[in-house]
């Protein structure tokens, strides 16, 4: 069973920096990827940055430029440095963790924790 701990949310201004951690335990192994899927109030939740285990990244257009996926496959964990913040990045965050080549949705959920942008 494998099991994420994310932290790293907060408060900050517009045009400010926050970098998200996600901690992976319980099976991480083969093929797999890291995510990081956000979801603001009343909409649907959408990925921001995938890594696979052999280093490829996405990234949604609006956080391209802005934020930067990595991960630490020693330690099982998965970051996600945010700069460049705006309003609109407002969102619960949630870790990801799937086996394959690509995110898709799938696979296991951490809890989330709420990233808040001011204007």
């Known amino acids: 069973q494998v099991q994420l701990v994310e932290s790293g949310g907060g408060l900050v201004q517009a045009g400010g920096s926050l970098r998200l951690s996600c901690a992976a335990s319980?099976?991480?192994?083969?093929?797999?990827?890291l995510g990081w899927y956000r979801q603001a109030l009343g909409k649907q939740r959408e990925l921001v940055a995938g890594i696979t285990s052999s280093g490829s990244t996405n990234y949604a257009d609006s956080v391209k430029g802005r934020f930067t996926i990595s991960r630490d496959n020693a330690k099982n964990t998965v970051y996600l440095q945010m700069n460049s913040l705006k309003p609109e990045d407002t969102a619960v965050y949630y870790c990801n963790f799937e086996w394959g080549i690509k995110p898709s949705g799938s696979g296991y959920w951490g809890q989330g924790t709420q990233v808040t942008v001011s204007s």
């Open positions: 319980g099976g991480i192994f083969g093929l797999n990827v």
